[in-house]
């Protein structure tokens, strides 16, 4: 039933470490992004993919992949981890353009992975 | 200077007071404006959208004023449900749509 799903919830790493970080939406979107929200707690958007192809891509270190094998799946791998790499990442979706019946352009969020490097 | 600024708070309030948020944004060219609301350690949910006119969903009121750039939302009457930090949140199309997130205002309804 969940509409955006993410896994691992938890993910505790040492740093140099390579992982990855898995979301599905099944809400039929076009659109998936990927979020950080620091220990701050302020929610940054990294990346956005359209049916499957990138759409945004914020300063983000190349050392963070997305990888979207189709629109319903947005995937980020991350390389080398570094302590500042410690946050929440949030996965979301959304149908851009399109009314999705309580608001325009409303992004559904999943629980987020809380990330910890160690 | 952030793109979307808010005051973090917190904001300790009684219950069944009314509390008010204000929130400015930077760029002039954004588009839609919404209020999120984050419940602790987990995701952010839609609270509101806000138009021009001003809008009112239940106890919540929630007002734009593009001249001043500027966003407030009201909670009248508040519950100890309301407890939660609040996103402004400015969405901005130049061909890709964004979100701009505030820092979010830390929210607390004491019994």
């Known amino acids: 039933d969940t509409a955006v799903s993410q896994t691992p919830k938890y993910l505790v790493t040492q740093m140099g470490n390579d992982k990855s970080i898995k979301c599905e939406q099944n809400?039929?979107?076009?659109?998936m992004y990927w979020y950080k929200q620091d220990s701050k707690k302020f929610l940054k958007i990294m990346f956005s993919?359209?049916?499957?192809?990138?759409?945004i891509n914020e300063t983000v270190p190349n050392r963070f992949s997305p990888k979207s094998p189709d629109k319903a799946h947005l995937n980020l791998h991350i390389n080398s981890l570094e302590l500042g790499d410690s946050a929440v990442y949030f996965c979301?979706?959304?149908?851009?353009?399109?009314?999705?019946?309580?608001?325009?352009?409303?992004?559904?969020f999943g629980p987020g992975t809380r990330l910890t490097v160690l | 200077r952030k793109e979307v600024e808010q005051d973090p708070g917190p904001f300790n309030v009684p219950e069944g007071a009314t509390v008010a948020f204000n929130c400015t944004y930077s760029?002039?060219?954004?588009?839609?404006f919404f209020w999120y609301r984050q419940d602790c350690r987990k995701e952010p949910k839609l609270l509101m959208s806000?138009?021009?006119s001003g809008n009112e969903d239940g106890r919540f009121t929630a007002q734009l004023n593009r001249a001043s750039q500027y966003i407030s939302l009201l909670i009248r009457d508040s519950k100890l449900s309301d407890s939660a930090t609040y996103l402004c949140?400015?969405?901005?199309?130049?061909?890709?749509?964004?979100?701009?997130f505030g820092t979010g205002t830390r929210l607390t309804i004491i019994p």
């Open positions: 809400l039929g979107h076009d659109t």
């Open positions: 979301a979706s959304s149908h851009p353009g399109q009314g999705t019946g309580r608001s325009y352009n409303e992004q559904f």
């Open positions: 993919y359209n049916n499957k192809e990138l759409i």
């Open positions: 760029n002039s060219a954004s588009q839609s």
């Open positions: 949140v400015v969405l901005t199309n130049f061909g890709n749509e964004k979100l701009t």
């Open positions: 806000v138009y021009s």
